[in-house]
């Protein structure tokens, strides 16, 4: 039933609209009765696979769906990736036409999409479809923000204006359809496989021992890789409602590209900017949890006081403040980490506000930010260095920024970690953890065992 709808015939209609590039920008918002964002999802499911995103904050704050593709932006190359997403963005929205009443954050013309991990690294074929960077600019867009619900409709203007008018208003009719979600079967998981332990445990050896006797390199993220076989193609669609209902603390992300989808649940914001507020924070330093609440308490306070962890984390608000210092105002930084606690696991977390100073845009913070210590290691080339030497994969989106900006320069971008590739008939997730001189490979391994545990979860795997 969902296949026919009416969408479909629209959508295809509409791609040979995709790559025009030069045309101006017309974006219209408008605020609509409930709509259920699953349902909005998987109603507008394209043919195939199509080039939809998905996007949630922690506590249901702020859900966004864009499904249909008017334009893809992309790149591959080094370090002005980021720029250059900026300058082809703001050329578009340099001539729109924009009719938003609301101005409210995450409504309006939006791109949504992220960065790999590093444009440097061996490239993998699978990771092939996302580049260096992707992002989408929805021609149709849910906002949820609370009990309030925006729909904006982006397309490129034609020359006949009352035309397009009639356009628009079928269009919202068609959207604000309400439908219940519609139940997709679970993947059959058939097997699955830890790629290359030993070697990664003799790697990680390798570094702790650099880390022990270097006077430079502090710290090392070094990450290792799953791999999923199930018996049919995995839906995203699955995998998106799964990790939702069970990581309710995290960020909910998906990506999807006809070739793939990049889905997972983040506990780790790398910067939110509204209007000139700008929140980064540190998250690094990892223990498990316990069902027995005393005892996960406990696990708790030792986490708070291992020296190892706290100085796995410290590593990282220090480079966060050094990072933010020339682009921000009034830095907060507290002076100890909290626990940040999510299903499986708890970490170490400290926030980092200021107020940015003018001519800053979020692009310009997350160049900055990115790799953090929490992913990269310190200091950032030398780390980097030594990830592409001992990691031998491509960690393609995995621990990369990920996230949104709006017309109004507003956005949130996290960093893509309890993730993984969904591809066919396979998944491949990836998990990391922050080595430092007093790391033991065993532990490392374990650690990295529980991170991979959410993604393993909503995809049918069991997780001991
Ligand atoms: C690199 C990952 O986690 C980072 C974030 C929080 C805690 C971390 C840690 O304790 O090692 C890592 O730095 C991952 O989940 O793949
Ligand atoms: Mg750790």
Known sequence: ???????????????????????VLASYTKKVDKIDPFAFYQINRPPDEGERFFWKSPDDDMTIVGVGL????????????????ETEWNDILSSAVIDNPFHVPGTGPLLFGGFSFDPYSLKEEKWQPFGDALFYLPEYMLT??????????NLFESDELSNQTNKVEKTFDLLIKNEEPSQVPAPHLESREELYVPEWLDSVAE???????????KKVVLSREMMLNFSEPVSSEYVLKQLHTQQKDSFIFLLETPDGSFAGASPERLVKKM?????STSLAGSIGRSEDSKEDRELGNILLNDEKNLYEHHLVVDMIKKALEPYCRELQVPDDPVLLRTPYIQ????????????????????GELHPTPALGGVPTGQSMKIIRDKEKMDRGFYASPIGWTDFDGNGEFIVAIRSGLLKGKQAFLYAGCGL????????????????????????????E
């Open 1 to 23: 039933m969902l296949m026919n709808s009416p969408f479909q015939t629209k959508y295809i209609n509409t791609l040979k609209h995709k790559t025009e590039s030069n045309k």
């Open 70 to 85: 008017l334009r893809s932006f992309s790149n591959s190359g080094a370090d002005d990736r980021f720029s250059r997403i």
């Open 144 to 153: 949820v923000i609370g009990d309030d619900y925006y729909l904006t409709v």
């Open 207 to 217: 570094v702790v021992n650099v880390l022990r006797t270097s006077e430079i390199v």
């Open 275 to 279: 209007n000139d507020q700008v929140l």
């Open 347 to 366: 970490h170490l977390y400290t926030p980092v506000s200021g107020v940015a100073k003018s001519g800053t845009s979020i692009f310009h913070i997350v």
């Open 436 to 463: 430092v001189a007093d790391s033991d490979p065993k532990e490392e391994l374990k650690e990295t065992g529980i991170k991979f545990r959410p993604m393993l979860q909503a995809m049918g795997g069991k997780s």
